[in-house]
């Protein structure tokens, strides 16, 4: 081709040279052919240049026909599923056929003496003993420390409230006795009333109070031993001492009611101890006994107002000795309220009054609440010595005896004991190889049909690297690992071919998993939730600090599920949850591991595999790129050119239901290429004098001008940008004619001048995005001519240049159908529109000197 290119522009020069000189001349010494010699010369290479450029052109449509049809290869498929089956398949390659379950088909004996470990037998005793532990627990100080502050604060609110109802008692104890004057501040006010009636008439109830008295139908012990008193003393006493001793009962139950009310209020805002504690391990119920004392306005404490002061010093005494020697003990998390209850009545039996143990225990319930903790570190010292103390399962056979029998079932032991003599009959299973390949075909084929409805444009380096990401998850666990590598995979999945690929891969190695690999189900479910949230979310990411805050996310949802798993398994029982935290954390931390492999390892797939992922099209549309940069500095006008045609491309590829990031990088570098003579290109020039019009030879302004295609793919491969990105830089123009050149050198020659010499050299468009920035890149400089065009104008316009490369069968592979052309038009020019609004004519304002 290079061969045809430099002859056809050597004829051309020696044409030029002849119709220059116009007869035959002598050129440096050298002879000159005639001009009709050259024309006809020319004319047979052209032809054999245009059959030369076809045949070039058509293997590349027939390559792209191939991408589009060959979105499964049988050679691929084939690979597929051979490296699935037997990577995953191994387990049929040395599978004993006599089993645990199976019928025994004949009695077999023991070859020779064995003692064989059971270790499996073993693992899950030790698992049990590990599970069924009940954890070492501590004294939490910090909770005893509060329990002690809150008794001693409820003590001294009782002592500022026997302060408020002192004096008591409020008289002689040979007036009224003790027991009397309880009941005579405690009494209602009608038993009060009751008692006054019924005095002497040296002081009538009229005199005292406004409203009559009421007599009970049937007077209490109480009220009838108080009454009693009173007239005793009222016999032996003068009227105004009775006076004086009724001011006295009715001052001190003013100042009993007025404690009760501060103490109801107390009680009621939890001052003086807590209707219900708490504590770290959760709510701690109130006992029966509490409810009741709890359940009156004073909280079941008004006996201590009235205690006499020896019995309150020894109360106070006895409640804190009860209090340090319950603590002592200990109070585990879970302690049924019944028996605290028992062991606070039994405390403070030998040490209250029992006048004010009832209400001395409701206050300590009150106040005590659970303070032993779990000891992590002796727990799982206790756990490993418990699980060291549990002897391996040991099974042992003499020479002789019988391991199974002819028709028995074949247990754990009896399989041991089998394989270990080499007599459980291991082999190649071809039946089940076989029916596992079959199920891999149906794995693989699912994910063909998903790739083919969300990702159609898959090459055969993409399959090879699904392909080893998915390899990578069995290699793992046949090296006993009991981590998968399933977020790494979702991860990286979902950021390369979008969340419908990432998903399925994800889901079908969680599928077929289990099928030939021992893994556990907990490490698999919460591996695969992780990869599926990765898979599902990583296609939306735009940058590489998403993808990190997507990592955390995975890790949190791995760690979470782990532990639910485990919860609901019942591997938390024993009070063991704290082991159990210990490891969903870990396991979280895995979670992030895998997403750090992924994020570390997504760049270098993206380059080795050629990968445009919307991560990596984000990065490269950054201007400060050098590329974009130099353009942006040394060829400005192109760069404002770029950027024009970027928006009308991408507005037109979101309205067609194209790749908009793939649009709007591979417009960004589309012309890079005019880097290498920005001064040949008029967007650049700036006022300046046309170079073109100095050189005044179009066959060079033509290279120049086509060279920037060639250009541009030198510093596309320089600066490693992705194949889908360079595309863009020959396809936006195609075989286009360089219509200015061309007709400039048909005004200078009297002969045609063959078209393809003002042609580039291709290829067309093979996509639709670069379909679409061809069409963009042609109505822009059409568009931005247009100064005071109508819509119907402009419109009118870009679509003869639409139809223009539709005839030219610019379009024929890119995937572009006619129907869409009207289409892309009307966006073309509603672009246009918001670029060339119009404003206001602001008016000239003169300035006053």
């Not at 052919?33 to 245009?50: C, H, T, V, Y």
């Not at 109801?264 to 504590?279: A, F, H, N, R, T």
């Not at 399962?393 to 247990?411: D, K, N, P, S, Y």
């Not at 066959?699 to 250009?711: D, F, G, L």
Request: glycine share 6%; hydrophobic share 40%; charged share 20%.
């Amino acid at each position: 081709m290079k061969m045809l290119h430099s002859m056809t522009q050597h004829l051309n020069n020696l044409r030029r040279s002849a119709s220059a000189c116009a007869l035959k001349k002598t050129i440096g010494g050298a002879s000159v052919l005639s001009e009709p010699a050259i024309n006809l010369l020319q004319k047979k290479f052209s032809a054999l240049l245009r059959s030369a450029n076809c045949s070039q052109r058509q293997p590349k449509r027939y390559s792209s026909t191939c991408a589009r049809t060959r979105n499964c290869p049988t050679v691929v498929f084939v690979v597929a599923v051979a490296s699935l089956t037997s990577v995953l398949g191994y387990r049929f390659y040395n599978q004993p056929k006599l089993v645990v379950g199976t019928v025994a088909p004949q009695t077999i004996w023991a070859p020779e003496d064995a003692t064989v470990e059971d270790t499996k037998t073993t693992e899950a005793k030790r698992k049990a003993v590990r599970r069924n532990l009940a954890p070492a627990l501590m004294v939490d100080r910090e909770v005893d420390r509060q329990i002690y502050q809150q008794l001693q604060e409820s003590i001294d609110k009782i002592n500022s409230l026997r302060q408020l109802l002192a004096p008591f008692p409020f008289t002689n104890t040979s007036t009224l006795s003790i027991s009397t004057q309880l009941y005579l501040l405690e009494t209602p006010e009608w038993q009060w009333r009751t008692v006054l009636a019924n005095l002497d008439a040296h002081r009538t109830t009229d005199e005292l109070f406004s409203t009559p008295a009421v007599a009970p139908s049937s007077p209490s012990a109480e009220l009838q031993r108080a009454i009693t008193e009173l007239q005793a003393y009222q016999r032996t006493a003068y009227s105004a001492n009775l006076s004086a001793l009724i001011d006295q009962i009715t001052q001190a139950r003013q100042r009993y009611q007025k404690a009760l009310s501060v103490l109801s209020q107390e009680c009621k805002d939890e001052g003086i101890g807590s209707l219900v504690s708490q504590s770290a391990t959760g709510v701690y119920v109130r006992s029966a006994m509490l409810s009741n004392a709890l359940d009156t306005p004073d909280c079941g404490y008004a006996a201590f107002l009235v205690a006499s002061q020896s019995d309150w010093q020894k109360t106070q005494t006895g409640i804190r000795n009860a209090a340090e020697l319950i603590l002592t003990q200990g109070i585990p998390p879970g302690l049924p309220p019944s028996h605290l209850q028992e062991t606070a009545s039994i405390q403070v039996q030998n040490q209250v009054p029992q006048s004010l143990q009832s209400s001395a225990t409701a206050l300590l319930i009150s106040l005590l609440e659970p303070n032993l903790k779990q000891d992590a570190a002796q727990t799982q010292r206790l756990a490993e010595q418990a699980v060291q103390a549990v002897p391996p399962e040991i099974i042992q056979v003499r020479r002789g005896e019988i391991v199974v029998r002819a028709g028995e079932v074949i247990t754990q032991p009896d399989f041991l004991l089998l394989d270990y003599f080499n007599l459980s009959r291991r082999g190649l299973n071809w039946l089940g190889l076989i029916g596992f390949a079959g199920v891999n075909c149906l794995g693989v084929s699912a994910f063909w049909l998903v790739q083919r409805r969300f990702h159609p444009g898959m090459r055969r380096r993409d399959y090879i690297m699904v392909l080893l990401l998915t390899l990578s998850t069995p290699l793992m666990v046949s090296l006993g690992w009991h981590y998968t590598s399933l977020p790494a995979i979702g991860l990286l999945m979902g950021s390369f071919y979008g969340s419908a690929l990432g998903v399925t891969t994800v889901g079908l190695i969680a599928l077929f998993l289990p099928v030939s690999l021992p893994i556990s189900w907990e490490h698999l479910l919460a591996d695969a939730v992780g990869g599926l949230l990765g898979g599902l979310m990583a296609g939306r990411m735009r940058s590489r600090e998403e993808l990190a805050l997507l990592g955390v996310a995975v890790g949190l949802a791995e760690g979470t599920v782990y532990l639910l798993l485990n919860l609901t398994m019942g591997a938390a029982s024993g009070l063991l949850w704290y082991a159990l935290l210990r490891k969903a954390a870990l396991y979280s931390l895995t979670g992030l591991a895998w997403s750090v492999v992924a994020l570390g390892l997504s760049p270098y797939l993206e380059h080795l595999f050629d990968l445009v992922t919307s991560i990596r099209l984000s990065e490269l549309a950054n201007p400060n790129r050098p590329l974009l940069k130099r353009l942006a500095e040394e060829a400005a006008g192109t760069f404002q050119h770029t950027l024009f045609v970027a928006t009308l491309a991408e507005a037109a590829a979101k309205a067609l239901g194209c790749n908009v990031e793939l649009v709007r990088t591979g417009t960004l570098y589309h012309d890079i290429g005019k880097l290498h003579d920005p001064q040949g290109f008029i967007e650049n020039q700036m006022g300046k004098p046309n170079k073109h019009d100095a050189i005044n030879d179009p066959w060079k302004s033509a290279e120049i001008i086509k060279k920037h295609v060639t250009e541009g793919l030198a510093m596309a491969r320089k600066h490693r940008l992705p194949k889908a990105i360079c595309a863009f830089i020959p396809e936006h123009q195609g075989t286009m004619l360089i219509a200015y050149f061309h007709h400039k050198a048909q005004q200078e020659s009297s002969e045609p001048i063959p078209e393809d010499d003002f042609r580039y050299d291709g290829p067309i468009p093979q996509s639709r995005e670069t379909g679409i920035v061809m069409l963009a890149d042609s109505c822009e400089a059409a568009l931005r001519s247009l100064k005071d065009a109508s819509y119907d104008e402009a419109l009118l316009m870009v679509n003869k240049i639409l139809k223009a490369r539709w005839l030219d069968n610019q379009l024929v592979d890119s995937g572009l159908r006619r129907e869409e052309m009207p289409l892309i038009a009307e966006i073309f020019v509603q672009v246009w529109q918001q670029f060339h609004h119009k404003r206001i004519a602001y008016p000239k304002i003169g300035v006053k000197t």
